[in-house]
């Protein structure tokens, strides 16, 4: 009886493909132990998880939380000291037949989660990564935290541009970019080989087929950002994505939504200029710009932010809802403010 025990264990661990875990760290220390716990409590063969840190030389207990639960620490050189760089090391020393791109702020809901994700890779062959339909919503979260989960985005840009990367919480239906088939526990996306047709996929949680990425994106350190990577093999006409309907934790806003601005103020400078001519896809790219406008002229009137706040507050009834109209606002103002800095230095260089 052990031996047939022994054996049909043996089967069920065959089954499922090894994951290598990329995570970009740099002091991480006060984040990191939650997400490390919650892939190693996962239902999941652990010996097929190999979990990789791309570290940019951290002086706290990252490090040491990291030997903790058996991962691998990649020590990335202090002038290269970057989360785009630092999970791109990461990426490229993992071994598994799948790679999962997840950020040291990400927590897993439950021990089932990883075998959720890859099902749809285990059933379909055309699928080349899966990723979850929302943002992992509770009332015990910080209100930023909430509203974030609530609208699907890290930022109201992408929704208004239908570019966000999840369904706002509790829509049943596919409303993403993309033609959806559903197959029960997941939606089949087909996305079109256009950059601007692809949504804000990547990272949080997206478990991606490894060799296909590595042969066919432009997956080395200095060029790996997560979205443009999928744009990337989306080009190359691997179009098929799975979305699981399941949720991934990501709490990273609890400090408010002035220090949320002033992140984003940095995120901007560095994506959308300093690093623009790496980039292959981009919130706002050719052909954006009418929507664009529109979106300032939400953001500055107020109006239609406010009934999308009014039309989710009458599913989910959140107050969180109704920080909408000051995040479109805020960000529209940090945009606006970081692209006239860059035009007026680009002048002062001719």
């Known amino acids: 009886m052990a031996r047939n025990n022994s054996k049909n264990n043996s089967i ?24 490390l716990k919650d892939l190693r409590s996962q239902n999941y063969p652990q010996e097929k998880i190999e979990i990789i840190l791309g570290d940019g030389g951290s002086t706290d207990q990252t490090c040491a939380i990291a030997k903790k639960y058996k991962a691998k620490v990649v020590r990335i050189p202090k002038e290269k000291q970057h989360a785009e760089y630092n999970r791109g090391v990461a990426f490229n020393k993992g071994k598994g037949e799948l790679s999962l791109i997840i950020d040291h702020d990400n927590y897993l809901p439950d021990r089932n989660w990883l075998k959720k994700m890859v099902k749809p890779l285990i059933e379909d062959p055309e699928i080349v990564a899966t990723t979850t339909c929302y943002y992992h919503y509770d009332r015990n979260f910080s209100l930023m935290d909430r509203y974030f989960a609530l609208f699907g985005t890290s930022e109201p840009l992408p929704f208004y541009l239908n570019k966000a990367d999840r369904m706002m919480w509790g829509e049943k239906k596919w409303t993403l970019l993309g033609s959806a088939f559903d197959r029960g526990d997941y939606f089949k996306v087909r996305f079109k080989k256009d950059p601007r047709k692809v949504p804000s996929i990547g990272t949080n ?17 200095d060029n790996h950002y997560p979205i443009d990577v999928m744009v990337d093999v989306v080009m190359k006409g691997y179009v098929y994505y799975g979305f699981v309907k399941t949720s991934i934790i990501h709490l990273t806003h609890s400090k408010g939504i002035w220090q949320f601005l002033k992140r984003r103020k940095r995120f901007v400078e560095h994506y959308h200029f300093e690093d623009n001519k790496k980039r292959r896809w981009s919130v706002v790219m050719k052909g954006d710009w009418p929507r664009v406008l529109l979106y300032v002229f939400y953001s500055i009137t107020f109006v239609v932010p406010f009934l999308h706040s009014i039309k989710g507050y ?14 479109c606002f805020g960000t529209t103002a940090i945009y606006t403010w970081v692209t006239i800095v860059y035009f007026l230095k680009s002048l002062n260089k001719k």
């Open 314 to 327: 009458l599913k989910v009834r959140d107050i969180a809802w109704f920080v909408h109209p000051f995040m």
């Open 12 to 35: 069920l661990v065959s089954k499922y493909p090894s994951i290598s875990v990329a995570i970009a760290t740099y002091n991480s220390g006060d984040l990191i132990e939650r997400c």
């Open 205 to 221: 949680g997206t478990l991606m087929r490894t060799a296909i990425i590595k042969k066919h994106a432009k997956s080395d350190p």
